[in-house]
């Protein structure tokens, strides 16, 4: 039996009786406003930056501030960068798959594919 991928559905049940965990709708990196995921840049961007263009003024003391800029981030500046996307487009475009083919389809209910999105 073929693993399921993002692309196909889930078999209806798993092998050991279960069947799997519900599909998650969103992801971890989007944040619920795109004035929020800015602030959150900010504040990750600036405590990286602060925390190595400061060591020659404060000290190795200003490190400190390098995991508040991860945690802000949530990660990294890619993480950062694909949350950035994910919020913009969230309510915008929805995936939806029927008979193994899936399509890109806007919230008002067009469909993406004769744009070169599918």
């Known amino acids: 039996m073929p ?3 993002t692309d196909t559905e889930a078999p ?3 092998p050991g009786g279960g069947s799997g965990p519900p599909p ?3 992801s971890s990196f ?3 406003s795109v004035p929020r995921h800015l602030a959150r840049g900010a504040v990750g961007f ?4 602060a925390a190595f263009a400061l060591v020659p003024v404060f000290g190795p003391a200003t490190l400190l501030l390098a995991p508040v800029g991860v ?7 890619m993480c950062w960068a694909i949350g950035l996307a994910e919020t913009v487009s969230r309510g915008r475009l ?3 798959c029927a008979n193994g083919s899936c399509e890109l389809t806007s919230a008002g ?3 993406g594919g004769g744009n070169g999105i599918s």
């Open 30 to 32: 989007a944040s619920a």
């Open 3 to 5: 693993l399921p991928t």
């Open 94 to 96: 929805r995936r939806q």
């Open 71 to 77: 945690v802000a981030l949530r990660g990294c500046p």
């Open 109 to 111: 209910g067009r469909s």
């Open 46 to 49: 600036g405590s990286l930056i």
């Open 24 to 26: 998650r709708s969103g």
């Open 12 to 14: 209806a049940s798993v």
